[in-house]
T-cell receptor, first 115, second 109 residues
Framework: DTGVSQNPRHKITKRGQNVTFRCDPI?????LYWYRQTLGQGPEFLTY????????KSRLLSDRFSAERPKGSFSTLEIQRTEQGDSAMYLC?????????????FGSGTQLSVL | RKEVEQDPGPFNVPEGATVAFNCTYS??????FFWYRQDCRKEPKLLMS???SGNEDGRFTAQLNRASQYISLLIRDSKLSDSATYLC??????????FGAGTILRVKS
């Protein structure tokens, strides 16, 4: 499978715990995005990387959220001290910048439930 | 003001109908626009890119109006399988891709 892969698919955690999600982009893609989506809303931008550089982080993102993309390959998104409001689908997408149009390809997402 | 705005719908249409969605964007410097389709509890999937000259792919036609800062999606001869949420995407401030909240389409027999 050469698509975007996300793990785990589902995560249930208790409030206050830390969680980490992983995203493996399409191998030749140089840009990687993290989005969050709640029911009835479109994907909300969280942050994105070009290669290993984090280019932008949403102002809506608190300091409890951190993302990394070491070596410009896979990425991790960590949420510390989770809150019930963090419950959402976390989507990762990758793209190839420099092509005619930047097209995003999404993984299946990680559904987070904070109890 | 949100960077990308859409009418949430739902649009309820009979099979065979023609339906159109509009989406407005606030960043006049936006260069890239797309329509994505999202089925319930699935990830968004690219439906089509939106070119300046407009483009067509089978029953789907996308248009870009830079003067009024909106893009549109026209679906002809609607099928039951077209029922989904349609997400408008534009390149936002800082060049990241920004999604609208989505428009729900329900095609009924």
């Amino acid at each position: 499978d050469t698509g975007v892969s996300q793990n785990p698919r589902h995560k249930i955690t208790k409030r206050g715990q830390n969680v980490t999600f992983r995203c493996d982009p399409i191998s030749e893609h140089n840009r990687l995005y993290w989005y969050r989506q709640t029911l009835g809303q479109g994907p909300e931008f969280l942050t994105y990387f070009q290669n290993e550089a984090q280019l932008e982080k949403s102002r809506l993102l608190s300091d409890r959220f951190s993302a990394e993309r070491p070596k410009g390959s896979f990425s991790t998104l960590e949420i510390q001290r989770t809150e019930q409001g963090d419950s959402a689908m976390y989507l990762c997408a990758s793209s190839l910048v420099g092509a005619e149009f930047e097209k995003l390809f999404f993984g299946s997402g990680t559904q987070l439930s904070v109890l | 003001r949100k960077e990308v705005e859409q009418d949430p719908g739902p649009f309820n249409v009979p099979e065979g109908a023609t339906v159109a969605f509009n989406c407005t964007y606030s960043n006049s410097a936006s260069q890239s626009f797309f329509w994505y389709r999202q089925d319930c509890r699935k990830e968004p999937k690219l439906l089509m890119s939106v070119y300046s000259s407009g483009n067509e792919d089978g029953r789907f036609t996308a248009q870009l109006n830079r003067a009024s800062q909106y893009i549109s999606l026209l679906i002809r001869d609607s099928k039951l399988s077209d029922s989904a949420t349609y997400l408008c995407v534009g390149s936002g401030y800082g060049n990241k891709l920004v999604f609208g909240a989505g428009t729900i389409l329900r095609v009924k027999s």
